[in-house]
């Protein structure tokens, strides 16, 4: 659904960042030094023909954090350095530009066609707290 590409030819890369996983739950993921480093929504499956709001947040001192709705339902507290390129970077929404550059032996969400509607995307250039998070999710 939302990834982050280098395009470059032969030697680009992706990371998906935003997508469902095999179990078809909603999955957000980095790419830290060690390899990806992901958190699920896993108690149940986003409603069909409802509109949800999915956040996202990364910090050193907090990890990855997932929420549906203005409410955190899921985080992975490791602590990890984001890997970060000095090249400018795409972010892509949809299928990924370069699939067979897409971390696909390493990652835990599916390459795969979205079908529904993004109607917004906000990124932001610091980690949300929870209150912003709720905020946001009730405009």
């Known amino acids: 659904m939302l990834s982050l590409e280098y395009v470059s030819s032969p030697s680009g890369w992706c990371v998906p960042m935003i997508g469902f996983d095999t179990m ?10 060690s390899g990806f480093y992901s958190t699920s ?3 149940e499956t986003l409603p ?4 949800s709001h999915i956040g996202m947040t990364y910090s050193i001192s907090n990890g990855i954090r997932l929420f549906v709705n203005g409410s955190l339902v899921n985080k992975n507290n490791l602590l990890f350095d ?3 390129s000095d090249e400018i970077t795409t972010i892509t929404i949809g299928t ?3 699939s067979n550059q897409c971390g696909i032996n390493s990652t835990t969400i599916v390459l ?3 079908q529904g509607q993004i109607d917004e995307l906000k990124i932001f250039a610091r980690e949300l707290t929870n209150y912003e998070i709720h905020v946001l999710a009730s405009e």
Do not use: D, K, P
Not at 24 to 30: A, D, E, I, K, W
């Open 24 to 33: 078809g739950y909603l999955t957000v993921q980095t790419l830290g030094e």
């Open 41 to 43: 929504f896993n108690n």
């Open 48 to 51: 069909l023909n409802v509109w």
């Open 82 to 84: 984001y890997l970060a």
């Open 96 to 98: 990924c530009l370069q």
């Open 112 to 114: 795969s066609q979205f």
